[in-house]
């Protein structure tokens, strides 16, 4: 899979850093958002604010093999993603939380299936219906606007849902599992990535989760170990497997950060988050494969 990443970190000029600062002062000090959409509109439309320079991705990358831009990295993350999910033998995929199109495109390219896209963000969905418009596979990506948590599909639809950095967002991430159980056929696979906190650090855990949750929305329903994230899964009948991968992801984004950031005090923040995460994550970040058995056990009351 070829990435169609831009090399350099964008410049800074006084507007951008004046832009950037505004943003992060408004999201700590500003009303709690009851949602992640405000977040979204912003990062969308505000060229100022964006990570990914292109504006076709909205997470923090894979930065295990060498990426050096962020583009790469979530290019690098999303290949990870199609091998979990197998996407290369799927006839039928369901992204939730699909960004600004970016994965859908990028899956779709990189195999033959047809992709449905659920988001609840108007101002992504607009954009990734543009983008898909004009890709070579746009004829089999199909962007809809909704929410996680009632999907509009008919049940045993798909034959992997895909969810990228997207579900601790979610009203609830375990409704939402429900979900994913209820349009996958069987032997169909959940793969996500997330974020979850530490099971051994609960005070800063917890300290993190609420600066998370300022910045772009957490519900503290999903304030869950990636231990009590499986024990969810496996409840519902999925056979899972988690993978903990941190240090490739959150610490790789932000160490990158601490030199790719055009702004000055997002390069130091980005730093000292670096080091932390490095020594001891308060955060992790958790890789995701649930399979729906072939053959379900009914459920005898
Ligand atoms: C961190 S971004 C990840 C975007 C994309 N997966 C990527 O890797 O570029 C999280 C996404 O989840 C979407 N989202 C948040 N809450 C949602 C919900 N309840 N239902 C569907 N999508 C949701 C957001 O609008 C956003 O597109």
């Not at 292109?54 to 923090?60: H, I, Q, R, S």
């Not at 601790?168 to 991430?173: D, L």
Request: one cysteine or more; a positive charge; glycine letters at 8%.
């Amino acid at each position: 899979m070829q990435s169609h990443a831009a090399s350099a970190a964008p410049q800074p000029s006084p507007r951008k850093t004046l832009r950037f600062r505004h943003f992060f002062v408004r999201a700590m000090l500003g009303p709690r958002h009851s949602s992640s959409d405000e977040c979204y509109a912003s990062m969308t439309n505000d060229p100022d604010v964006r990570i990914d320079p292109k504006g076709l991705y909205t997470n923090m990358g894979w930065w295990g093999d060498g990426a050096g831009d962020v583009t790469s990295a979530c290019e690098a993350l999303l290949a990870r993603v199609a091998r979990w999910a197998r996407i290369d033998e799927a006839e039928t995929l369901l992204d939730v939380g699909f960004g600004t199109g970016g994965p859908l495109v990028f899956w779709g390219r990189a195999s033959g299936a047809r992709i449905w896209g659920v988001n609840r963000s108007q101002d992504q969905t607009a954009v990734a219906t543009t983008l898909v418009r004009n890709d070579v596979a746009g004829d089999r990506i199909f962007p809809t606007r909704g929410d996680a948590s009632a999907l509009a599909f008919p049940a045993e639809s798909f034959d992997a849902v895909l969810a990228v950095e997207a579900a601790f967002h979610f009203a609830t991430r375990e409704s939402f599992f429900q979900e994913a159980w209820r349009v996958l056929r069987p032997g169909g696979r959940l793969v996500m990535t997330d974020i979850v906190p530490s099971s051994e650090y609960r005070g800063l855990a917890r300290l993190c989760w609420w600066i998370f949750d300022r910045f772009v929305h957490a519900p503290a329903a999903n304030r869950v170990t990636a231990e009590a994230l499986r024990i969810q899964l496996e409840e519902l009948g999925f056979k899972v497997e988690l993978d903990v991968r941190t240090q490739e992801t959150i610490t790789g984004f932000f160490r990158w950060g601490s030199h790719g950031f055009g702004e000055p005090l997002a390069r130091i923040a980005c730093g000292v988050i670096a080091r932390l995460f490095a020594a001891r994550p308060p955060v992790e970040c958790v890789f995701v494969r649930a399979t729906k058995p072939r053959t379900v056990p009914s459920r005898g009351v």
